[in-house]
T-cell receptor, first 115, second 114 residues
């Protein structure tokens, strides 16, 4: 069965420091992978997605993620974190065949940014 | 604002009552999704529509839950005979169909069942 694991429930980084949020997935074929961000009182927003091709994908707000098939991972990175990045981050994999929009989400990682 | 809107934003009800949530997607989007999110968890897929056709329902969607999208525009999610376990955030999302991969989410409707 398809699944997504985000090992870190809560991460705290200092403003200006680099960030890496981990995501591991379980899927038989080439997955559709996504990272969404959820800020308090706001809807989930897509940061970036991977369907195929270049394994390093760029997203909005300076985020990037790298797809590593051998490790079944799709980790999210940002070189320098801003206080406004504090939010909850969800990794997701497209479920079923094709890209239907049916997603399986991880449990989420809450990012706290220290001044 | 032309994003996905959901109403009401918060509903408090007593166990056994029926509740209905409404979702208005982005106007040109033909796909509409319902997800449920409980505290400390990621969203879980419930169902989705392409235009007015409901194409898939999760096993999470018991017989007490029904979703409609009668004219392929707005959608409603009704929960009958609510239980305390139904307390959650109900999220609606829409998309432009295949291969965009991007769901646009509303802010959610929070249900509290007392």
């Amino acid at each position: 069965a398809q699944s997504v694991t985000q090992p870190d429930i809560h991460i705290t980084v200092s403003e200006g420091a680099s960030l890496e949020l981990r995501c591991n997935y379980s899927y038989g074929a080439t997955p559709y992978l996504f990272w969404y961000v959820q800020s308090p009182g706001q809807g989930l927003q897509l940061l970036l997605k991977y369907f195929s091709g270049d394994t390093l994908v760029q997203g909005i707000k300076g985020f990037e993620a790298e797809f590593k098939r051998s490790q079944s991972s799709f980790n999210l990175r940002k070189p320098s974190v801003h206080w406004s990045d504090a939010a909850e981050y969800f990794c997701a994999v497209g479920a079923g065949s094709g890209n239907t929009g049916k997603l399986i989400f991880g449990q989420g990682t809450t990012l706290q940014v220290k001044p | 604002d032309t994003g996905v809107s959901q109403d009401p934003r918060h509903k408090i009800t007593k166990r056994g009552q029926n509740v209905t949530f409404r979702c208005d997607p982005i106007s040109e989007h033909n796909r509409l999704y319902w997800y449920r999110q409980t505290l400390g968890q990621g969203p879980e897929f419930l169902t989705y529509f392409q235009n007015e056709a409901q194409l898939e329902k999760s096993r999470l969607l018991s017989d007490r839950f029904s979703a409609e999208r009668p004219k392929g525009s707005f959608s409603t999610l009704e929960i009958q005979r609510t239980e305390q376990g139904d307390s959650a955030m109900y999220l609606c999302a829409s998309s432009l169909g295949l291969n965009t991969g991007e769901l646009f989410f509303g802010e959610g409707s929070r249900l509290t069942v007392l």
